[in-house]
Every structure is written in structure tokens, then in C-alpha cells.
């Protein structure tokens, strides 16, 4: 069976910074897109980052452009996010996702999706 597992979320202060980590099993790593996505009460899933395969190739929303930091580290199977600079409105329920094709990671597309892990920005 294929397995998403988030960890590292949880409550920090505006400003402050978390990495979020998303540890893959049932699936050649190396042959996925890897994205991060989040869903605020009432609202859409969103995407924020997605990262290629090899790692080359990496694409944020605007609104988190500079902030956060999406990486990968194939020999571990596991895809971070590094959040600095956090805001209120980043509060929601973050989700890792797979997928073979980078370009649909980035339009909500995934075949594969982790339980989430739940990100509370305080002011």
C-alpha cells in the first residue's frame, strides 16, 4: 500500500518558522512529483509547492514565493517544507502529495495523498 505520513505541524507565532516533513512508502520515490498543499476551514484545497523528481526543478504559489523552501531528500524518501516568516492566514491542514506528472501536481492533481498535518499560525 502506498503511505503519505506527515509530521512536524502544530501551533507557532506569526513570524515564526516550521519544517514539515512527509515520509513516502509503497512507491519508487524517485518516480514522483512531490507537492505540498493546504485547506483552511470552508475553503478549497490549495497548492503551495511541488518539487520534480530529481529535485531540479521546484514551483511555489506567489504567496509564500521567498518563505518557504520545498526539498527533497530521495534516499530517505521523505519531502520537506520549510515555512519561515508565517502568517495567520497560513493556518490550515497542510497535505503531501504524489504524483508521476509534475505539471498536475500543480493544478490539485495527485494520485496519492498523505492524512495531513494540522499548521495554526497564531498573532
Known amino acids: 500500500q502506498v503511505q503519505l505520513v506527515e509530521s512536524g505541524g502544530g501551533l507557532v507565532q506569526a513570524g515564526g518558522s516550521l519544517r514539515l516533513s512527509c515520509a513516502a512508502s509503497?512507491?519508487?520515490?524517485?518516480?514522483?512529483?512531490m507537492g505540498w498543499f493546504r485547506q483552511a476551514p470552508g475553503k478549497e484545497r490549495e497548492f503551495v509547492a511541488a518539487?520534480?523528481?530529481?529535485?531540479?526543478?521546484?514551483y511555489y504559489r506567489d504567496s509564500v514565493q521567498g518563505r518557504f523552501t520545498i526539498s527533497r531528500d530521495n534516499a530517505k524518501n521523505t519531502v520537506y517544507l520549510q515555512m519561515n516568516s508565517l502568517k495567520p492566514e497560513a493556518t490550515a491542514v497542510y497535505y503531501c502529495?504524489?504524483?508521476?506528472?509534475?505539471?498536475?501536481?500543480?493544478?490539485?492533481?495527485?494520485?496519492?495523498w498523505g492524512q495531513g498535518t494540522q499548521v495554526t499560525v497564531s498573532s
Open positions: 502529495a504524489a504524483n508521476r506528472d509534475y505539471s498536475s501536481l500543480r493544478r490539485v492533481v495527485a494520485n496519492y
Open positions: 509503497g512507491l519508487i520515490f524517485n518516480d514522483y512529483a
Open positions: 518539487i520534480s523528481w530529481s529535485g531540479a526543478f521546484t
